[in-house]
């Protein structure tokens, strides 16, 4: 057990429809990650937050929002949704914002049909 | 488990063998680099990391190499065992950008 919790772990919705997956850290990290695999493009960085705040930003969509709230859990929204947007999303959390080793979760399996 | 669909290079081993695992990566300012290992169904698990100013660390059955000249780094995964099965990642990370990229991974079957 890593000590990311990550809820729901299976997600089936529709096309057009809009969910929200949320990312407990381990206790102590700052900094929380969230990662899309899909079958073709392995593992691809969404975003980051460090304590509260966007640190750093990577192939997101503009369908797709992320925040960090005050207890340190985060929220990854995804609207509009496409069937393309079947993936697993990872969380991951770490003390510092690019120092160690990163804890990812068990994952969301999203099904958008 | 779903992390296993991908359609990835696959290295069969056969049990007690070392295995030798290849990651070239993207850029050359990258200072740290990570092996992570995904079992089916699970997240990636953290195997072993190094500096860009080390060309080796050790740990336990696991060696990362870093050749920085050719932008290359390996993991040996000595006298594997049917657990050693997983797909596994190589990482990079620049430091001031704040985040890890990861390769292609590569799916390790080990042959009892």
């Known amino acids: 057990d890593s000590g990311v919790t990550q809820t729901p772990k299976h997600l089936i919705t529709a096309t057009g429809q809009r969910v929200t997956l949320r990312c407990s850290p381990r206790s102590g990290d700052l900094s929380v990650y969230w990662y899309q695999q899909s079958l073709d493009q392995g593992l691809q960085f969404l975003i980051q937050?460090?304590?509260?705040?966007?640190?750093a930003k990577g192939n997101i969509l503009e369908r797709f929002s992320a925040q960090q709230f005050p207890d340190l859990h985060s929220e990854l929204n995804l609207s509009s949704l496409e069937l393309g947007d079947s993936a697993l999303y990872f969380c991951a959390s770490s003390v510092a914002p690019a120092e160690g080793e990163a804890f990812f979760g068990q994952g969301t399996r999203l099904t958008v049909v | 488990g779903e992390s296993v669909g991908l359609h990835l290079p696959t290295l069969s081993v056969q049990e007690g063998d070392n295995s030798i695992i290849n990651c070239a990566y993207s850029n050359s300012a990258s200072d740290y680099f990570i092996w992570y290992k995904q079992e089916s169904g699970k997240g990636p698990q953290f195997i072993i990391d190094i500096r860009s100013n080390m060309d080796k660390r050790q740990g336990q059955r696991v060696t990362v190499l870093l050749n920085k000249t050719v932008k290359h780094l390996s993991l040996q995964i000595a006298a594997t065992q049917p657990g050693d099965s997983a797909v596994y990642f190589c990482?990079?990370?620049?430091?001031?950008?704040?985040?890890?990229?990861f390769g292609g991974g590569t799916r390790v079957l080990v042959k009892p």
């Open positions: 990482a990079e990370n620049l430091t001031a950008g704040n985040k890890l990229t």
């Open positions: 937050y460090y304590n509260g705040e966007e640190r």
